[in-house]
Antibody, heavy 122, light 109 residues
Framework: QVQLVESGGGLVKPGGSLRLSCAAS????????MSWIRQAPGKGLEWVAY????????YSAVSVRGRFTISRANALNSLYLQMNDLTAEDTGVYFC???????????????WGQGTLVTVSS | SYELTQAPSVSVSPGQTARITCSGD??????GFWYQQKPGQEAPILLI????ERPSGVPERYSGSSSGTTVTLTISGVQAADEADYYC???????????FGGGTKLTVL
């Protein structure tokens, strides 16, 4: 069955960097767009970024553009999120999710990982 | 930026029907989707896709509808286990940038 397992979260100081990973299994990663979605403590879901099966097409939320980079290594069945210049507003649980639908027509998320907690604090 | 609006909370007694709405201008052109997230920030579950479709494994008690700029999630015969946060999701007018509603907390009285 499909499984997504995030790792790499932790405590980081403001201005610091962190790289999250998502290990995918049970499906062929290169066949799917993949996404990162985050949730601040006690708050709602916020889409962060997604990329195409090849990794060459990328869309990012305005709130993270220029600071966060989504990438993947299909041969390793892995999705990544490089996060730079972190602020307290980036604190939250980060989920990776498999994307269904197509860009411009019904993008949504059918499988989610359990998430990894990122805390930005001095 | 594009927004989807949900009521913060809905309360219903067991066995009754709960209706959770989500409104936003782009919903007249983009599909709506619904997710359930149980307490403790567990992984969300896809309940409804493309306004009205139900993934396999989701009980028939969950249904979706769409009218104009509003999509609605209906839960029939509400059970205590349905107590959760429910999020709608769609995209901006181009369809390229996903957006989530603020979430509705369903309380079963």
């Amino acid at each position: 069955q499909v499984q997504l397992v995030e790792s790499g979260g932790g405590l980081v100081k403001p201005g610091g960097s962190l790289r999250l990973s998502c290990a995918a299994s049970g499906f062929t990663l290169s066949d799917y767009y993949m996404s990162w979605i985050r949730q601040a403590p006690g708050k709602g879901l916020e889409w962060v970024a997604y990329n195409s099966g090849s990794g060459t097409t990328i869309y990012s939320a305005v709130s993270v553009r220029g600071r966060f980079t989504i990438s993947r290594a299909n041969a390793l069945n892995s999705l990544y999120l490089q996060m730079n210049d972190l602020t307290a507003e980036d604190t939250g649980v980060y989920f990776c999710a498999r994307v269904l639908g197509s860009v411009g027509n019904g993008v949504h998320f059918d499988q989610w990982g359990q998430g990894t907690l990122v805390t930005v604090s001095s | 930026s594009y927004e989807l609006t949900q009521a913060p909370s809905v309360s219903v007694s067991p066995g009754q029907t709960a209706r959770i709405t989500c409104s936003g201008d782009a919903l007249s052109k983009q599909f709506g989707f619904w997710y359930q997230q149980k307490p403790g920030q567990e992984a969300p579950i896809l309940l409804i896709y493309k306004d009205t479709e139900r993934p396999s494994g989701v009980p028939e008690r969950y249904s979706g509808s769409s009218s104009g700029t509003t999509v609605t999630l209906t839960i029939s015969g509400v059970q205590a286990a349905d107590e959760a946060d429910y999020y709608c999701q769609s995209a901006d007018i181009s369809g390229s940038y996903p957006v989530f509603g603020g979430g509705t907390k369903l309380t079963v009285l």
